[in-house]
T-cell receptor, first 113, second 108 residues
Framework: DVKVTQSSRYLVKRTGEKVFLECVQDMDHENMFWYRQDPGLGLRLIYFSYDVKMKEKGDIPEGYSVSREKKERFSLILESASTNQTSMYLCASQDRNSGNTIYFGEGSWLTVV | AQRVTQPEKLLSVFKGAPVELKCNYSYSGSPELFWYVQYSRQRLQLLLRHISRESIKGFTADLNKGETSFHLKKPFAQEEDSAMYYC??????????FGAGTRLAVHP
């Protein structure tokens, strides 16, 4: 069974703090993604990675960075958290050789105060 | 530019009524389209994809290239269908572009 795990389900951080959101998948998938989910806006792609140490900007990369040092792990970093980054963050992975189905984690609720 | 539009934020129906969740897209090329669903307190999951031409939980969706639409339909809604539904299109690098979502509320 496909498993995408986001270790932190709920976080509260202060403005200006550095925040790390971790995501691990156990399916040996090449592609991994970070989305944020906001009411009325749907899911917006922040960054994605199609291989280790490779990353591509999505639609809203400003204020974020990512790290993919190992195939199974894709980290989202907020260098200096701001209140407008309060959101649900969804990690996902995809086996690019078996169609475009994307598998999601349960999400990380981040509140920046 | 690739875009997915779901014009309804909320669709409210009674149990047994037909349901149609609208999705329109803009894409240059041959798109691959999906419907994802998120039930309360569950992770987002694939409901169906147009290339499979299958019916999942009674839902179907037909790709209409002329109208650039991929509406999701079910003839008789059930209370357990209440959820958030997202239409998505596959862009470059296999990434998915999502619409804003439609919340379906099925009342007894």
């Amino acid at each position: 069974d496909v498993k995408v795990t986001q270790s932190s389900r709920y976080l509260v951080k202060r403005t200006g703090e550095k925040v790390f959101l971790e995501c691990v998948q156990d399916m040996d998938h090449e592609n991994m993604f970070w989305y944020r989910q906001d009411p009325g806006l749907g899911l917006r792609l922040i960054y994605f990675s199609y291989d280790v140490k490779m990353k591509e900007k999505g639609d809203i990369p400003e204020g974020y960075s990512v790290s993919r040092e190992k195939k199974e792990r894709f980290s989202l970093i907020l260098e200096s958290a701001s209140t407008n980054q309060t959101s649900m963050y969804l990690c996902a992975s995809q086996d690019r050789n078996s169609g475009n189905t994307i598998y999601f984690g349960e999400g990380s609720w981040l509140t920046v105060v | 530019a690739q875009r997915v539009t779901q014009p309804e934020k909320l669709l409210s129906v009674f149990k047994g009524a037909p349901v149609e969740l609208k999705c329109n897209y803009s894409y240059s090329g041959s798109p691959e389209l999906f419907w994802y669903v998120q039930y309360s307190r569950q992770r987002l999951q694939l409901l169906l994809r147009h290339i499979s031409r299958e019916s999942i939980k009674g839902f179907t969706a037909d790709l209409n290239k002329g109208e650039t639409s991929f509406h999701l339909k079910k003839p008789f809604a059930q209370e357990e269908d209440s959820a958030m539904y997202y239409c998505a299109i596959s862009g470059g690098y296999n990434k998915l572009i999502f619409g804003a979502g439609t919340r379906l509320a099925v009342h007894p």
